[in-house]
């Protein structure tokens, strides 16, 4: 793996040599290998993103999960069919918006106490 990232991190210094050396044969196996660099260094990228920020998207994930578990049906489900943004937009939802965002304040108030 340590020699991927290296030869990853090389794509400049084989550009580089692709620009110095006289030989077709060589310039072109310097573009080969340039291009495979970067590929990898992109591959290797995304793969280090993907191990650090999946952990903590995970972790954000279970926190989510938790408030959603937290917020109770009453609440957050009262608010969620009668704001406007319910699904039956046939039913009745909030005389107003001050209303709608009471009742959403309260609904995140009862997670805090």
Known sequence: MGATVAFAGSAPFL????LRVSSAFLKEL?????????RLAA????LFSLRIWGARLGWAG?????????LGPD?????????????DKGQRGFSNEGAELATLESAFKGIAS
């Open 75 to 87: 609440d957050f489900e009262e608010w969620c069919e009668r704001s406007v943004f319910r699904k």
């Open 15 to 18: 550009k580089r040599m692709m």
């Open 62 to 70: 279970l926190a989510v999960s938790a408030a959603i578990v937290l």
């Open 30 to 38: 310097f573009r080969v290998a340039a291009q495979l660099a970067v």
């Open 43 to 46: 591959r290797e990228a995304l």
